[in-house]
């Protein structure tokens, strides 16, 4: 089992950079593969990146591709999302994941989430 706590949100202007992390607590972190996901209001949640156990293998949403970054420290227990260029739409609570195996490209279930952290883009 694993534990998942998110820091890193904020109120930005548009255009601006924020790096959520995710500090993951728990036994062989290095065995799960990684994502974040987001959730508007009145919106379902959503993928925004993963990363495969040894950080090798990433996915990125469409919308944010180019924009994001998702890595991971194995030796820290973290896993982090560098977002650039912030639009008024990526505002969202943000949520990390974890998913015990092997990383596999969406659509796919994960097992352990955090509790959030809100990412608010102004305008």
């Known amino acids: 089992q694993v534990q998942l706590v998110e820091s890193g949100g904020g109120l930005v202007q548009a255009g601006a950079s924020l790096r959520l992390s995710c500090a993951a607590s728990?036994?062989?972190?290095?065995?799960?593969?990684m994502a974040w996901f987001r959730q508007a209001p009145g919106r379902e949640r959503e993928i925004v990146a993963s990363?495969?156990?040894?950080?090798?293998?990433?996915y990125y949403a469409d919308s944010v591709k180019g924009r994001f970054t998702i890595s991971r420290d194995n030796a820290r227990n973290t896993v982090s999302l560098q977002m650039n260029s912030l639009k008024p739409e990526d505002t969202a609570v943000y949520y990390c994941?974890?998913?015990?195996?092997?990383?596999?490209?969406?659509?796919?279930?994960?097992?352990?989430w955090g509790q959030g952290t809100q990412v608010t883009v102004s305008s």
């Open positions: 994941a974890a998913r015990f195996g092997p990383w596999v490209a969406p659509p796919v279930s994960y097992d352990y």
């Open positions: 728990g036994r062989r972190f290095g065995n799960y593969a």
């Open positions: 990363i495969s156990r040894s950080g090798a293998s990433t």
